[in-house]
């Protein structure tokens, strides 16, 4: 198949270096991704199959200049270096007039992932609501609401823990409740949420209450409340201890009257974690079958560190353990997200298990701050000017802007309207149009905060006008 490869002059090394086996055709004009489809009106493409434009060009109707010309034209990745990876799969993929080619991989990618490992549930050992469990599914979340202001916080932190990828939303009780409060509670949850249900409390008037409301499982049964099991009906059970040989002990005495058992060794937060999974591997060790749940919030609500690779990791070792069920919450702003984090970790997890490799290149990742590859640049510095920082201000006589991140969404507030949106573009483009500024530092200032703005929405953190990015990383 003969491929060419259509570029501009800044990337033409690297998509001949990159490239190989494609021919390669360079515009007269610095940056590829202002090539457009008149700019090739008058090229003839006789004797290609394919013609791979740059990637940023998505904007514009290739599928009409495909018409025209009588020959296949899409787009290629983004980034030249990409175009190694791209080549090989020409005749094993579609690529498209509208997704660049690189991020059209990626998720063909995770589509297979995803169908490969949900595949797998078809060998589990039992079902909790409809949620398979054990055997050789992936670990299903446990998502566990420790609180709510009131019921209609209660139902959205049900659809949020839902649209995150939990499998099970889990009501954690208080030590101290009130009955009524319960009962309304648990009615409120069953008819609420689409997900199976769980309660978390050692209390068997909260275990006799949540019987009678239908919840498909009861955490967490010890030595201390096992006269709770003669309240259980048909729910699944959650057996919790430290010491092993009670916990076998346990799990063979609930074996008895309930039919599905799940054992928990208990994950301490640092700096017992080692420990605790020690125990988790003895349990294992000493009992092959029965479905094992790890406390993942554990460790990442008693810890200052960022919830993403705290979870990757858990959720590596939990595999590795045989876990069946990876139990979080988000309690605090610095763990919000771990139930869509965890979702994807048991994705990764079982993806490297069966692929008998490391738990990357998936089509499905965790990263967010940094990334898999560094892509090459290239700028000649011959002549060059040393920025330099003016501290002059003048305000713009047409007002100033207020901005804030409200539930995800850019607030942009001046003295002539409010601008709403979720990207910084588009918020800037509305406020030109607008004519809301006059000077072209205020501009550049507008700029500069909506994309802060924007940032810190990505990833849920809050938005402070004028001050500086902070990643959170300790600098001398």
Same mark, same amino acid.
């Given at each position: 198949?003969?491929?060419?490869?259509?570029?501009?002059?800044l990337?033409?090394?690297?998509?001949?270096?990159?490239?190989?086996?494609?021919?390669?055709?360079?515009?007269?004009?610095?940056?590829?991704?202002?090539?457009t489809?008149?700019?090739?009106?008058?090229?003839?493409?006789?004797g290609?199959?394919?013609?791979?434009?740059?990637?940023?060009?998505?904007?514009?109707?290739?599928e009409?200049f495909e018409?025209?010309k009588g020959?296949?034209?899409?787009?290629?990745?983004?980034?030249?270096?990409?175009?190694?990876?791209?080549?090989k799969?020409?005749?094993?993929?579609?690529?498209s007039?509208?997704?660049?080619a690189?991020?059209?991989?990626?998720?063909?990618?995770?589509?297979?992932?995803?169908?490969?490992?949900?595949?797998?549930?078809?060998?589990?050992?039992?079902?909790?609501?409809?949620?398979?469990?054990?055997?050789?599914?992936?670990?299903?979340?446990?998502?566990?609401?420790?609180?709510?202001?009131?019921?209609?916080?209660?139902?959205?932190?049900?659809?949020?823990?839902?649209?995150s990828?939990?499998?099970i939303?889990?009501?954690?009780v208080?030590?101290?409740?009130?009955?009524?409060?319960l009962?309304k509670?648990l009615?409120?949850?069953v008819?609420? *949420?689409?997900?199976? =249900?769980s $309660?978390?409390?050692?209390?068997? @008037? /909260?275990?006799? +209450?949540?019987v009678?409301?239908?919840? &498909?499982?009861?955490m967490s049964?010890?030595?201390?409340?096992?006269?709770a099991?003669?309240?259980?009906?048909?729910?699944?059970?959650?057996?919790?201890?430290?010491?092993?040989?009670?916990?076998l002990?346990l799990?063979?005495?609930?074996?008895e009257?309930?039919?599905?058992?799940?054992?928990?060794?208990?994950l301490?937060?640092?700096?017992?974690?080692a420990?605790?999974?020690?125990?988790?591997?003895?349990?294992?060790?000493?009992?092959?079958k029965?479905?094992?749940?790890?406390?993942?919030?554990?460790?990442?609500?008693?810890?200052?560190?960022d919830?993403?690779?705290?979870?990757?990791?858990?959720a590596?070792?939990?595999?590795?353990?045989?876990?069946?069920?990876?139990?979080?919450?988000?309690?605090s702003?610095?763990?919000?997200? *771990?139930?869509?984090? =965890?979702? $994807?970790?048991?994705?990764?997890? @079982? /993806?490297?298990? +069966?692929?008998?490799s490391?738990?990357? &290149?998936?089509?499905?990742s965790?990263?967010?701050?940094?990334?898999?590859?560094?892509?090459e640049?290239?700028?000649?510095?011959?002549?060059?000017?040393?920025?330099?920082?003016?501290?002059e201000?003048?305000?713009?006589?047409?007002?100033?802007?207020?901005?804030?991140?409200?539930?995800?969404?850019?607030?942009?507030?001046?003295?002539r309207?409010?601008?709403?949106?979720?990207k910084?573009?588009?918020v800037a483009?509305?406020?030109?149009?607008?004519?809301?500024?006059?000077?072209?530092?205020?501009?550049?200032?507008?700029?500069?905060e909506?994309?802060?703005?924007?940032?810190?929405?990505?990833?849920?953190?809050?938005?402070?006008?004028?001050?500086?990015?902070?990643?959170?990383?300790?600098?001398?």
């Open positions: 198949m003969r491929v060419l490869l259509v570029t501009g002059k990337a033409e090394e690297m998509v001949r270096k990159y490239g190989k086996g494609a021919d390669v055709k360079v515009y007269n004009i610095d940056i590829a991704a202002f090539i489809p008149s700019m090739l009106e008058n090229e003839d493409f006789s290609y199959d394919l013609v791979l434009v740059p990637g940023l060009t998505y904007s514009h109707n290739w009409d018409r025209r020959v296949k034209v899409r787009l290629g990745p983004i980034h030249a270096y990409d175009l190694q990876h791209v080549l799969l020409i005749g094993k993929v579609e690529f007039h509208k997704i660049p690189c991020r059209l991989v990626e998720s063909l990618r995770a589509e297979e992932t995803l169908r490969e490992i949900d595949a797998l549930d078809e060998d589990c050992a039992f079902e909790i609501g409809g949620v398979k469990v054990g055997g050789s599914s992936r670990m299903k979340v446990v998502a566990e609401i420790a609180s709510f202001c009131d019921f209609d916080d209660l139902r959205a932190k049900i659809d949020h823990y839902t649209e990828g939990a499998d939303i889990d009501i954690g208080p030590l101290e409740f009130d009955k009524e409060w009962h509670t009615k409120i949850a008819d609420h *949420s689409k997900l199976p =249900l $309660i978390d409390t050692f209390s068997s @008037k /909260a275990i006799e +209450i949540a009678k409301h239908g919840v &498909d499982m009861v049964i010890s030595m201390d409340n096992l006269k099991l003669d309240l259980i009906e048909n729910q699944a059970v959650v057996v919790v201890e430290r010491d092993i040989d009670g916990l002990n799990v063979e005495r609930v074996g009257k309930v039919e599905r058992v799940i054992a928990d060794p208990i301490d937060p640092p700096l017992k974690v420990e605790s999974i020690g125990r988790y591997a003895e349990f294992r060790r000493r009992d092959e029965t479905p094992l749940l790890l406390g993942a919030g554990n460790v990442t609500e008693l810890s200052d560190a919830s993403i690779g705290i979870n990757a990791l858990l590596f070792i939990a595999e590795e353990l045989k876990c069946n069920l990876l139990f979080t919450t988000e309690a702003p610095k763990t919000f997200g *771990s139930v869509r984090e =965890l979702n $994807i970790a048991s994705y990764l997890a @079982k /993806a490297a298990k +069966i692929r008998n490391p738990p990357k &290149d998936a089509g499905v965790l990263l967010a701050l940094k990334e898999k590859v560094r892509y640049e290239r700028v000649e510095l011959d002549d060059f000017v040393r920025a330099e920082e003016t501290r201000f003048v305000r713009d006589p047409l007002g100033d802007f207020i901005i804030q991140v409200v539930d995800g969404k850019i607030v942009c507030k001046h003295d309207m409010t601008i709403v949106g979720e910084a573009k588009e483009d509305t406020a030109i149009k607008n004519n809301l500024l006059s000077r072209l530092d205020h501009a550049a200032y507008l700029g500069r909506l994309m802060k703005a924007e940032i810190a929405a990505l990833l849920k953190k809050s938005y402070i006008q004028d001050r500086e990015l902070n990643f959170g990383f300790y600098q001398k």
